[in-house]
């Protein structure tokens, strides 16, 4: 949001027009939902305070029953000229509640800067239950904005307005389970960040040109669990590469039959140049053949995605070829990511320390670079939380990798194809339903 309220100054918008905005965006979704009923509104000592006495002036001009909370005397010109505007009585937070249609939550916004302490938190959640529906402005009050971190927030909220732009708070985990339906008033700005939510890349159709190299040829890497290897190998043949190699499994050929298997040969079998893309770890497990295979993918200066397994090897490793690294919670700790609650700047550290884009996955996928452009994609299909899930997005990272896309594009598509995939199945799915069909989009 700071970056909103530079735009918004660099733009030439008052923030007053902007905290009107705000304010009536409000009022009009209270309005709806209160159909008649009263509204009552907490106002904080700041500017999402006067987000909340701007929208109690717009509900009392519509007609509608209002009345507000207070905490503290507003501290900002904004606010109190918010609170001089709707110019009826505030009560105290203390008071009883009343039972409401709606209740809106305008007590912290983005500037909370610590918990909320057990008088907020419990004035907050006594009126939240005596209201049928909540509202959140900007942010459910006691949620980090940067972070989604919970200090201390009491309520689940029915719907949140976001303003400007959507904020890490709205898509991270687990401020993202506190917010209910997020809508977003742009309040006329236009936002520009380099932290965004994941998009799909246009990908291109096979034209009269194609042939089987020209759309990727993939070589999957497999080791001591040949099955994950066999996972990821079958979601890059579905995700468009024109060509799969599996090399070095222990299983038997199974269909699709397409993939062709090869021995590992001493490392021969990855220096054909036709290969688009490496993908190394799956199933690898980590002893002395595991980094063989790891070091021999990476001499081959080829683009690499490196999953499972690889990740506990690379030590200090910097990347010089594009490279995805895929680490789950786990596996992000074990690679020396910072436990901090805050995962976009442990996720943008990490990527600079390895020199390569990292897809730090979860119920919320925060993609990064190395130089701190971010992708989130989230909330993640919660279905997805069974064995093989990742091997899939990896074997479909190597695919994008294999046809041309950037490391920080692939790693997008990949997280929306998989996801794209889970929605497609049926409730209670495994990886291997996954990749029966095309995950073309
Ligand atoms: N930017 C824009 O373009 C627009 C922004 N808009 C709106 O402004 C909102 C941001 O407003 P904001 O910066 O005034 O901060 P806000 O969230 O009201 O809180 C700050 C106050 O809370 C206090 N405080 C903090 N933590 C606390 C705690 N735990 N417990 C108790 N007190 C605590 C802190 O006091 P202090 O730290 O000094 O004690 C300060 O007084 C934003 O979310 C959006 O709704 C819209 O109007 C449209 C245009
Ligand atoms: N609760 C969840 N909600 C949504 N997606 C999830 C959740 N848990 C895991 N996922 C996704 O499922 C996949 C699991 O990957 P991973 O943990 O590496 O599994 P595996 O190693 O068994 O393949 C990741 O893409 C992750 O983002
Ligand atoms: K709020």
Same mark, same amino acid.
């Given at each position: 949001?700071?970056?909103?309220?530079?735009?918004?100054? %660099?733009?030439?918008?008052?923030?007053?027009?902007? +905290?009107?905005?705000?304010?009536?965006?409000?009022?009009? %979704?209270?309005?709806?939902?209160?159909?008649?009923?009263?509204?009552? !509104? %907490?106002?904080?000592?700041?500017?999402?305070?006067?987000?909340?006495?701007?929208?109690?002036?717009?509900?009392?001009?519509?007609?509608?029953?209002?009345?507000?909370?207070?905490?503290? *005397?507003?501290?900002?010109?904004?606010?109190?000229?918010?609170?001089?505007?709707?110019?009826?009585?505030?009560?105290?937070?203390?008071?009883?509640?009343?039972?409401?249609?709606?209740?809106?939550?305008?007590?912290?916004?983005?500037?909370?800067?610590?918990?909320?302490?057990?008088?907020?938190?419990?004035?907050?959640? @006594?009126?939240?239950?005596?209201?049928?529906?909540?509202?959140?402005?900007?942010?459910?009050?006691?949620?980090?904005?940067?972070?989604?971190?919970?200090?201390?927030?009491?309520?689940?909220?029915? #719907?949140?307005?976001?303003?400007?732009?959507?904020?890490?708070?709205?898509?991270?985990?687990?401020?993202?389970?506190?917010?209910?339906?997020?809508?977003?008033?742009?309040?006329?700005?236009?936002?520009?960040?380099?932290?965004?939510?994941?998009?799909?890349?246009?990908?291109?159709?096979?034209?009269?040109?194609?042939?089987?190299?020209?759309?990727?040829? /993939?070589?999957?890497? *497999?080791?001591?669990?040949?099955?994950?290897?066999?996972?990821?190998?079958?979601?890059?043949?579905?995700?468009?590469?024109?060509? /799969?190699?599996?090399?070095?499994?222990?299983?038997?050929?199974?269909?699709?039959?397409?993939?062709?298997?090869?021995?590992?040969?001493?490392?021969?079998?990855?220096?054909?140049?036709?290969?688009?893309?490496?993908?190394?770890?799956?199933?690898?497990?980590?002893?002395?053949?595991?980094?063989?295979?790891?070091?021999?993918?990476?001499?081959?200066?080829?683009? %690499? #995605?490196?999953?499972?397994?690889?990740?506990?090897?690379?030590?200090?490793?910097?990347?010089?070829?594009?490279?995805?690294?895929?680490?789950?919670?786990?596996?992000? *700790?074990? +690679?020396?990511?910072? #436990?901090?609650?805050?995962?976009?700047?442990?996720?943008?550290?990490?990527?600079?320390?390895?020199?390569?884009?990292? #897809?730090?996955?979860?119920?919320?996928?925060? !993609?990064?670079?190395?130089?701190?452009?971010?992708?989130?994609?989230?909330?993640?299909?919660?279905?997805?939380?069974?064995?093989?899930?990742?091997?899939?997005?990896?074997?479909?990272? *190597?695919?994008?990798?294999?046809?041309?896309?950037?490391?920080?594009?692939?790693?997008?598509?990949?997280?929306?194809?998989?996801? @794209?995939?889970?929605?497609?199945?049926?409730?209670?799915?495994?990886?291997?339903?996954?990749?029966?069909?095309?995950?073309?989009?």
């Amino acid at each position: 949001m700071r970056e909103a309220e530079q735009a918004a100054a %660099l733009a030439g918008t008052p923030l007053d027009r902007l +905290m009107d905005r705000a304010g009536h965006a409000l009022a009009r %979704l209270a309005f709806r939902m209160a159909a008649g009923r009263p509204v009552h !509104i %907490l106002a904080g000592p700041g500017n999402n305070g006067g987000d909340g006495y701007v929208a109690a002036h717009y509900l009392a001009a519509m007609g509608a029953t209002v009345t507000v909370s207070g905490h503290a *005397a507003p501290v900002t010109d904004l606010a109190r000229q918010a609170a001089a505007r709707w110019g009826r009585g505030t009560d105290s937070l203390d008071r009883a509640p009343v039972a409401t249609a709606v209740l809106v939550d305008c007590l912290f916004g983005t500037g909370l800067n610590r918990p909320l302490d057990q008088y907020l938190s419990g004035a907050l959640s @006594r009126h939240a239950a005596s209201a049928a529906r909540i509202i959140a402005a900007d942010v459910p009050s006691g949620l980090a904005t940067d972070s989604g971190a919970d200090l201390g927030c009491p309520i689940h909220a029915d #719907v949140t307005l976001a303003f400007g732009a959507l904020k890490p708070a709205h898509l991270l985990f687990p401020g993202a389970s506190r917010m209910g339906r997020v809508m977003l008033d742009d309040l006329g700005l236009t936002i520009t960040s380099h932290q965004t939510t994941a998009v799909m890349p246009f990908l291109p159709e096979p034209g009269f040109a194609s042939h089987k190299y020209a759309r990727g040829l /993939v070589a999957v890497v *497999a080791g001591k669990m040949a099955g994950a290897a066999e996972l990821a190998a079958r979601a890059a043949l579905r995700s468009g590469a024109g060509y /799969v190699r599996l090399i070095g499994s222990a299983l038997p050929p199974s269909p699709p039959l397409a993939i062709v298997r090869q021995g590992w040969r001493d490392g021969a079998a990855i220096l054909d140049d036709r290969i688009g893309a490496i993908l190394v770890g799956c199933g690898l497990g980590q002893g002395e053949d595991a980094h063989a295979r790891l070091d021999a993918a990476r001499a081959t200066g080829k683009p %690499l #995605v490196v999953d499972a397994d690889a990740l506990g090897l690379l030590g200090e490793t910097r990347f010089d070829q594009p490279a995805i690294l895929t680490p789950h919670a786990g596996e992000f *700790a074990r +690679m020396g990511g910072a #436990v901090v609650p805050d995962k976009i700047s442990a996720t943008v550290q990490l990527a600079d320390r390895y020199n390569a884009v990292l #897809v730090h996955k979860g119920p919320d996928t925060v !993609i990064a670079t190395p130089d701190g452009r971010v992708a989130i994609a989230s909330p993640g299909n919660s279905w997805l939380s069974t064995a093989g899930t990742g091997d899939v997005l990896a074997g479909i990272a *190597a695919a994008m990798l294999a046809r041309g896309l950037p490391a920080f594009e692939a790693a997008q598509a990949a997280v929306m194809l998989q996801q @794209r995939a889970a929605e497609r199945s049926e409730k209670g799915f495994v990886a291997d339903d996954l990749v029966k069909g095309s995950l073309w989009p």
